[in-house]
């Protein structure tokens, strides 16, 4: 088990029956009042917690099914090109051209003719070059979007840094000239069909071309971004809210998570594939990585699902509740937030599962890997925070007067966008 900072916090043990907000506004109400019909009961007696520095806890293997990973493991798991060039640098004869296994590296100049076959090599160009990944050190707030109710789902894209904040009754676009200023209006109002409806996730295709919302509206709408934001199609579904959408790499397969069930669509064809039936208390939160599909929910158990032949493959108990589910850019780690703060990663080839301890009850989860792979956000209340992957370092934090309901980071890692009661705030990312 590794630890990241927070702050201790005591547990609150109020009934919560969204992981979507507290408070939904009134005219949804009668929609999204509880996810499941029942009012959300604490898991076991209140947790003593620990200092808030405290770097590292103790787990046994009672708890966690699956072997967990040390800080030196989970680098050498995610890390292969570092452990490389540090025995590089330890041992640079064993990697340097024409040397032999066992044998000493000649410092002999090399030969004429080897000389004109290297300097017949053409350059490769600086845009081809693979280069270092970069994680944030700080942050900077740069602008307030006015969005004028909960913003329930937020996205910005990393080519136009366009933003879009979701809620009830409307969507709103906002171009690269709102994110520097704190009252300019918004680029476009997308209404919904009925007023009453309320979007509550929404996902940015891998082009960013196009934008797939779900909630409280009984449809799935897919909205073309450009060059006009529109609806391209609605998606008729068959349960009355969807509260989590999660979009393949290639943008061919969608999967909307409802209770008790997750509907798979053929985005090219805009078809319904499958309506499969999920654990109805397992049904929070979906995402996707390859052929497996995850959901998760109140039962505090994260399911594997074949998407060729709909078999469940694993359950992994993580003893609390689960309110989000991501993964890192290359679908290799699954990271669960959960109702305790705390962040459980689970490997999606091999049986190998760890969990990172932010010791601070919470009401909303949200998590956000970056496109670039080296960090993600974790968003807990009224506080979000940067870290380092795979060390689990805190790059920055960020305090906010209300509470965090949602964030996105654009696809450059320039910014990073959270939705909150009443607005969207902006942060470019410093490095």
């Not at 004429?112 to 693979?130: N, Y």
């Not at 080296?374 to 940067?386: C, E, H, K, N, P």
Request: charged letters at 20%; a negative charge; proline letters at 6%.
């Amino acid at each position: 088990m590794l630890g990241a900072d927070g702050e201790p916090e005591e547990r609150r043990d109020v009934p919560e029956s969204s992981g979507v907000s507290s408070q939904p506004e009134p005219q949804v109400q009668h929609q999204l009042g509880s996810l499941y019909g029942v009012p959300w009961q604490p898991p076991g007696p209140p947790i003593q917690h620990s200092p808030a520095d405290q770097e590292t806890s103790a787990v046994t293997q009672q708890q966690w099914h699956l072997q967990g990973l040390g800080r030196s493991e989970l680098q050498a798991a995610r890390l292969p090109e570092a452990q490389l060039g540090e025995a590089a640098e330890s041992s640079p004869s064993s990697f340097l051209l024409g040397s032999e296994v066992g044998q000493p590296y000649s410092s002999s100049p090399p030969s004429e003719e080897v000389l004109s076959l290297l300097r017949a090599i053409p350059p490769i160009p600086d845009e081809v070059v693979v280069r270092q990944k970069r994680a944030p050190h700080g942050s900077w707030k740069v602008g307030t979007l006015l969005h004028g109710k909960r913003v329930y789902a937020v996205a910005i894209s990393g080519s136009t840094h366009h933003v879009y904040t979701c809620g009830s009754g409307y969507i709103r676009v906002w171009d690269e000239s709102a994110l520097q200023a704190g009252d300019k209006a918004p680029q476009a109002q997308l209404d919904l069909q009925d007023p009453q409806d309320c979007v509550v996730t929404c996902k940015l295709f891998p082009d960013e071309q196009s934008l797939i919302t779900g909630g409280a509206s009984q449809a799935v709408t897919l909205w073309d971004l450009a060059p006009t934001p529109q609806v391209r199609a609605r998606l008729t579904s068959t349960g009355p809210t969807c509260y989590s959408l999660a979009v393949s790499s290639d943008a061919h397969i969608c999967l909307a998570c409802f209770h008790g069930f997750v509907e798979i669509w053929d985005l090219q064809n805009q078809i319904l594939i499958r309506k499969h039936e999920v654990p109805v208390y397992g049904s929070r939160c979906v995402d996707i990585t390859g052929n497996i599909f995850w959901t998760g929910g109140e039962d505090t158990t994260l399911y594997s699902w074949d998407l060729r032949n709909y078999q469940r493959l694993h359950q992994h108990d993580l003893q609390n509740e689960i309110l989000s589910i991501t993964h890192d850019p290359g679908e290799e780690w699954v990271l669960a937030g959960l109702r305790t703060s705390d962040i459980a990663f689970l490997h999606t080839r091999r049986n190998e599962q760890f969990k990172a301890v932010m010791k601070k009850y919470t009401r909303h989860h949200s998590l956000k890997f970056a496109s670039c792979g080296s960090y993600f956000v974790t968003a807990i209340d009224t506080r979000l925070s940067g870290l380092e992957a795979p060390s689990l370092q805190k790059l920055f934090q960020i305090e906010e007067s209300s509470g965090i309901l949602c964030c996105d980071v654009s696809s450059d890692n320039q910014y990073l966008v959270m939705g909150s009661k009443s607005s969207a705030i902006v942060y470019q990312l410093l490095y």
